[in-house]
DNA sequence: CAAGTTTTGAGGTGCGCACCTCAAAATTCG
DNA sequence: CGAATTTTGAGGTGCGCACCTCAAAACTTG
């Protein structure tokens, strides 16, 4: 039979007060006693029940994603996985919760991380870009004992906040070098599309990419990555251009999680023409594009395990767990026509 | 204030034992009864506590892993990941056991599968190759109530049990699309090995790698399959006849998960001539040849993901719940140098 | 309608732990 | 040394549910 706390009580000869007491971290316990308890803990191997201590606790869970609310197709399936999530857990006496807002104003971000009470809620999960602003309202979360994590997101990472996500400039890298083989040793240059490159995502993305070309493809040119700014037209016009300008351009890498603009603009002015296509994250448009073979590979990172991992981790520190690393690290999926998985 | 028993009872207008015939699916009571309840749950969101419940039931639950006993390195990071689940899973009342048996005799497997306690077991997650005496066996055991995982084995599926795993003819098909992009259009031929083509998952591989090659890249040709029966003397001699009967070789494949064997004798007569190779699964092995470039692209499957699926699996059934099929679908993962992650 | 059968209710116990109170014992300090 | 303070023990309550017993009520059936 499994030892309960009466057991290691009678172990560690003290009362069931003050095994409890040391449990617990509650004040007013000698360092002998504490001694002689954490000994016996050791010696009996007790475990605490931690369904007993649900219970007893009675406490229930408050987390909150706090994402963009202009969605491409990536935030969308994002969204999906967090209320699969939400009905999951709702059994488990933990409520998980939405917010939407406006990323393009750092203050109003920093804003609304401020006024967050601190008092009913126990993790955030924060998908924002980069920004001083951000980065301090975080911080001052945290320090009222909020847990917080750093999601999927192109923040610098905080020393006492979690991340959730993948390797950017890896990332990049994979794609660099899937790239690079795909072409098969022609020589040419390779467009380079983002929504934008002020995100430290974009940034990380395309050194990695660059990194590798350079290193390991030096017959295939990175041209000057292009910003759509998320503007159909715009997109269309520089994407144009630029082909026409490069007809040598053998391969097209589009950084962010949206590429369903940039990618209908190439295929309109390229026609048939055999490019290397690479992009990031599985969405429903991705998905299709590499079924028709219009996109090669996509690099991507599972949003349901970043969504349960995000959980798993702010609800481990809720309980002054250690998250077990091994299971948190998101990986850098390379997805083809030939491994992509449905259900 | 979420909903108990109690207030579930008031709702439907019948007694707490009732509800708990009901909830509990206990016999004697009526259709009329059973729907007020079932009602009554909907109308006020009543989710039962999984802590309370399982504080109540206080059952333990026993699960096993029946694996072979002869070990590459791919089951040595199995065992691991067993192990660290087992120790993960202590305190809640799970009990993880790790069996190896010899796989060389299917009735010997069978057998022991026949041996099981089934009262004092609630699953088994068995990895053996596929034959009708272990079929039979597993089918037996889950009509004595143990729920069983066929696990990344190349048997053939069962109804009643689940599978753990990935789809290994598409893991096939990803390699030959790996191989194919990669030697750049190079014509040639493709040296296949693996231990045995006995096993179910072996030539599904095969065929999944074929089906590509020949569809995309006919260029290629992929030689008949060598097997080495894991006998290393072997193994170098047919990989150098083979290699020197076919000087145009530009790629290796190899189906197994053991790949340390073969690789070396590639390795040992070919010098460093350019080939494109291809291995299963990630291992100290053959991470370190990715880092070092001698091996190309590695097709994985997550041993600690396998495990925890695995596991997830059991527990639910063993709840008489549905597992949450997204979660447990094993990806067909692509590593390559760049986005092997470390931790 | 009586005797049997099925269905429902009332009530209790215990799972392992957190959290609380109050008193007794041990220690510290002036 | 006595008084103030800290440490320890004893004991109780409740978390939400499973599981049990016994009796009462509601249906069947001949």
Redesign the pocket.
């Known amino acids: 039979m499994?030892p309960?706390?009466?057991d290691l009580a009678e172990a560690a000869?003290?009362?069931?007060?003050?095994v409890?007491r040391v449990?617990?971290e509650r004040?007013?316990?000698?360092n002998?006693?504490t001694l002689k308890v954490t000994e016996a803990i050791e010696r009996i191997g007790f475990v605490?029940?931690p369904a007993?201590?649900a219970?007893?606790?009675?406490k229930t869970y408050r987390f909150r994603f706090v994402l963009p609310t202009s969605g491409d197709q990536y935030l969308a399936e994002l969204i999906a996985r967090v209320s699969e999530a939400r009905e999951a857990l709702r059994a488990d006496a933990t409520e998980v919760e939405i917010a939407q807002i406006a990323m393009s104003d750092p203050h109003q971000i920093a804003k609304y991380l401020t006024g967050i009470d601190h008092d009913a809620m126990d993790g955030v999960a924060v998908m924002a870009p980069e920004s001083p602003q951000v980065r301090d309202a975080l911080l001052r979360l945290v320090e009222r004992g909020v847990k917080a994590v750093q999601f999927l997101s192109g923040q610098e990472r905080l020393e006492n906040a979690d991340y959730v996500g993948v390797d950017n400039f890896a990332a990049g890298a994979t794609a660099g070098k899937i790239v690079g083989s795909f072409t098969g040793g022609r020589p040419g240059k390779i467009m380079i599309v983002a929504e934008t490159m002020m995100a430290l995502d974009s940034i990380q993305r395309r050194l990695g990419f660059d990194s590798i070309i350079n290193a390991r493809f030096p017959h295939l040119e990175s041209l000057p990555s292009l910003e759509t700014y998320g503007d159909e037209k715009r997109a269309d016009l520089i994407i144009q251009r630029t082909l026409q300008h490069n007809p040598d351009t053998v391969a097209v890498y589009v950084l962010s999680s949206e590429a369903r603009v940039p990618l209908t603009a190439v295929w309109n002015t390229q026609g048939a023409r055999a490019l290397t296509v690479v992009a990031h994250e599985r969405t429903p448009f991705s998905e299709q594009a590499l079924m028709d073979e219009r996109i090669d590979a996509v690099i991507a990172q599972d949003p349901g395990h970043a969504v349960r991992s995000a959980l798993r981790i702010m609800r481990a520190r809720s309980d002054h767990r250690e998250p077990l690393a091994s299971q948190e690290r998101i990986r850098i999926e390379v997805l083809l026509k030939e491994n992509l998985q449905f259900e």
Not at 13 to 18: C, P
Not at 27 to 30: A, Q
Not at 55 to 58: D, Q
């Open positions: 499994r309960t706390t009466k000869g003290v009362s069931l007060a003050t409890d449990l617990n004040p007013n316990v000698s002998k006693v605490r029940n007993a201590v219970l007893a606790r009675n």
